[in-house]
């Protein structure tokens, strides 16, 4: 079992920034892949980001609607993965979450999430 924690999320203007954080509970870089999905009011859960584990490069893919804004990464030492959102819109609005998966051609999630963490972008 892996418990994930999310933190980092709040209440920010357009145009802002803020760094998401999950935490896991043990080391998870060598096997899995993981990623950041989103949800807002009404609409389904959408993956935003994903990184690949260490043994398969540690690459990145992003969702277009965030591509060149958001930038996932990993420190594998203190088991976190991060997501850096720069640029922020009213629609980047929504409950973020973590997710520990795999790739098959495209990313793959287990069935291990955080509890989410809110991101609100206003004025």
């Known amino acids: 079992q892996v418990q994930l924690v999310e933190s980092g999320g709040g209440l920010v203007q357009p145009g802002g920034s803020l760094r998401l954080s999950c935490a896991a509970s043990?080391?998870?870089?060598?096997?899995?892949?993981m990623a950041w999905y989103r949800q807002a009011p009404g609409q389904q859960r959408e993956l935003v980001a994903s990184?690949?584990?260490?043994?398969?490069?540690?690459?990145?893919n992003y969702a277009d609607s965030v591509k060149g804004r958001f930038t996932i990464s990993r420190d594998n030492a203190k088991n976190t993965v991060y997501l850096q959102m720069n640029s922020l819109k009213p629609e980047d609005t929504a409950v973020y979450y973590c997710n520990l998966g795999y790739y098959i051609g495209t990313y793959r999630p287990h069935d291990y999430w955080g509890q989410g963490t809110q991101v609100t972008v206003s004025s």
């Open positions: 990184i690949s584990s260490i043994s398969s490069g540690g690459r990145t």
């Open positions: 043990r080391s998870t870089g060598s096997i899995y892949a």
